[in-house]
C-alpha cells in the first residue's frame, strides 16, 4: 500500500452515516488504507452561506426518503425520523479529533452514527455520546474532560481548516492522492482511484 484515502467526515452530516458505515468493509475488501478525518462542516458552511438541509423543508423531505431507500439497498437498519440537526454537534467532532489522533475514531464513529440513525440518540449528546465512547474501548470520563478543553476546539479548528485548504466543503469527502470525491456514492471511487494506484495503474 501507499498513501492512504483520507475520509473527510462531520458528525451531524446525516448523508455521512451511509459512508461511515460502510468504508471499512469496501476499504478493506480493496486493500486500501483509510485515514479518517473529523471536521465542522458547520463552520465550512457557514463561511459560504449553506444552511443544512432543516431550514430547506422539500429536499429535508426527499434526503430522509433518500437516505431510506440508499441504507435499504446497502443493508443498513435506520429508524427515521431521528433528531435533527444535532444540539451539540461541535462536540461529537471534537470527541472524533481526538479520537482520530489516538486510533479509535472508525469505532467511536460507526457506534454513534448506528445509536442516532438506529436507537433515535442524538450525537453528541448523551446517552449516545457515552456509550459511543465506551464503545469504542475507552473511558467516557476522560475522552469528555478533554474533548471541553480550548485545545481540543483548537484541534477542531486546525482540521477544519486544512480541510478547507484542500478544497473539501461538504461531508462525506475522501481524498485519494490528492483526488477529491465527494459524496457517499463516490466511496467506491476513491477507494477503487487509490487501489488502482497501489497497483501502478494511476487514473
Known sequence: MTA????????????????????????????????????DLRAIQAEANDGPFADKPRKAAYMWRDIERR???????????????????????????????????????????????VDREPAGSEPNIAASIEEAGQDPGRVLKQAST????EALAAATSEAKEIGVFGSPSFVADGELFWGHDRLEDAIEWQHNLDQGNPG
Open 150 to 153: 480550548g485545545a481540543a476546539a
Open 71 to 117: 441504507a435499504a439497498k446497502f443493508g443498513l437498519p435506520v429508524r427515521l425520523p431521528i433528531p435533527y440537526p444535532l444540539a451539540d454537534l461541535a462536540l461529537a467532532n471534537r470527541v472524533a479529533v481526538l479520537a482520530a489522533k489516538e486510533g479509535w475514531c472508525s469505532a467511536y464513529a460507526i457506534a454513534t452514527y448506528r445509536r442516532w440513525f
Open 4 to 39: 492512504p484515502v483520507d475520509f473527510w467526515f462531520s458528525i451531524g452530516s446525516p448523508y455521512t452515516f451511509l459512508a461511515v458505515m460502510r468504508l471499512r468493509e469496501v476499504a478493506e475488501r480493496a486493500g486500501v488504507e483509510v485515514r479518517w478525518r473529523p471536521f
